[in-house]
């Protein structure tokens, strides 16, 4: 690891650190306790290990941070939200993704286990009577491709049945957010698959059975983790970068998007769709960060950072590609500049990044992460690798940058950085 005996806080400081040279940390990697059921109730691409955030609050506290807000700007499946809870610490965070916000609802919330299954008798009596809500043909043209008319039928039962048996509430969120977590079961979606594509010898899951199995994992869930404080639990759907949150947190643990990351849009396109988030989901890509498609401008940004630019240089040949990765570092200096703005006098960041590959050349997102901190005004405190384990990304890159199942491909993200910084 690296500590910083003065925290740095210039860009020359900085530039003394040999990123590749850090060794691994351990405790970043050990595991006291095995992760609880609540963290496994939806599946989520490269979902933030609770591990790190029960390890970032011991380090606060090693280093007498007195914790009383813990923040999250991209807050996916409410992993730092549920651990936070179970601590019984006061929780904000934001994610431009409607399924995230959903998740991280319903994870991070307390529940009656009697009125669940009241409920649920009550759905699943509704479901064995009722029909389905609208007519397969006539429904949206991407669902249809995804899913085969009895599913659909199923499906759609499901959720009139879960709509008609409960209050726009957080029982209703819970339902529909076990209703989200069968549908790529019960659809042709590749399994496992990151990225959106047919399997054509898939034989779909029952809808019910798949339901009922899932039900009976959120009813698990509930009774372990038993949260029996009145920690408050804060979760927004929006943009960290249109977020006006100032002086709130003691604390941010996060973990950004990388550059030309998953189309998050795409992979949660299921949902989207079933649950009304979008008629066209595509809709929600524009303003992802590391979206190829959040590019609000064709000029290319003038904030970027001395490794940014030279990031950037490497794909001078493709200005689209140039435009879209200059357009993920200046927003990587904004929202570190938010972060600052969030976090109280003296809070800690504790940003999760990897560097990666694209192109066959090695991008720095760890030591550019560090630049755009120094520039929004923290001090980086320390720097720690661990090795990524249970998480699922993709493993290798083909020549050009894109996924690959070809392990003779150049292997990524078999490490990423724990980065420590203190607002001054």
């Not at 740095?8 to 900085?14: D, E, P």
């Not at 923040?71 to 929780?91: N, Q, Y």
């Not at 431009?96 to 009697?114: F, G, M, Q, T, W």
């Not at 490794?307 to 435009?323: G, H, L, P, S």
């Amino acid at each position: 690891m690296f500590t910083a005996t003065k925290p740095i806080s210039t860009l020359k400081g900085l530039n003394k650190i040999d990123f590749l040279s850090i060794s691994e940390e351990p405790f970043w990697n050990t595991i006291t306790t095995p992760e609880i059921r609540m963290h496994k109730i939806h599946v989520y691409p490269a979902k933030f290990p609770s591990l790190i955030a029960k390890k970032a609050f011991e380090y606060a506290e090693s280093k007498h941070l007195h914790l009383k807000t813990v923040a999250d700007i991209f807050c996916g499946c409410g992993t730092v939200a549920v651990e936070a809870k179970r601590k019984g610490l006061d929780f904000w965070g934001c994610d431009i993704n409607p399924v995230a916000v959903l998740i991280s609802e319903v994870k991070s919330r307390p529940y009656n286990v009697d009125v669940v299954k009241t409920k649920l008798d009550n759905i699943l009596k509704h479901f064995q009577i009722g029909d389905a809500v609208t007519k397969y043909a006539a429904t949206n043209k991407r669902i249809q491709y995804w899913f085969s008319e009895g599913q659909y039928n199923d499906l759609g039962k499901l959720k009139a049945a879960i709509i008609a048996n409960t209050a726009d509430d957080e029982y209703r969120k819970l339902f529909l957010c076990v209703f989200s977590s069968i549908l790529k079961g019960t659809s042709k979606w590749l399994t496992k698959s990151i990225k959106p594509q047919i399997d054509p010898e898939k034989k779909p899951q029952n809808v019910l059975e798949l339901f009922n199995k899932q039900m009976e994992v959120m009813l698990k869930s509930i009774e372990e983790v038993a949260y029996d404080n009145d920690a408050n639990i804060t979760i927004e759907h929006n943009d960290i970068l249109r977020v006006e949150q100032k002086d709130y947190a003691d604390m941010i643990v996060t973990s950004p998007p990388y550059v030309t990351s998953y189309e998050y849009a795409d992979l949660h396109q299921l949902s989207a769709l079933w649950l009304g988030y979008a008629e066209d989901y595509t809709e929600l890509r524009a303003d992802s960060i590391g979206s190829s498609y959040s590019i609000e401008t064709k000029d290319m940004p003038n904030d970027l950072t001395p490794t940014a630019k030279k990031i950037v240089a490497y794909f001078n040949w493709n200005k689209a590609q140039t435009r879209s990765i200059a357009r993920y570092y200046s927003d990587m200096q904004k929202f570190t500049d938010k972060s600052f703005e969030i976090l109280k006098s003296r809070g800690l960041v504790v940003f999760v990044i990897g560097d990666t590959e694209i192109g066959g050349q090695h991008i720095e997102n760890a030591k550019c992460l560090c630049e755009c901190m120094i520039n929004s005004g923290f001090g980086i405190k320390e720097i720690h690798k661990r090795s990524v384990q249970n998480k699922l990304l993709p493993s290798h890159r083909d020549g050009f940058g894109r996924f690959s199942s070809d392990k003779s491909q150049r292997s990524i993200y078999s490490q990423e950085y724990i980065i420590i910084g203190r607002k001054a």
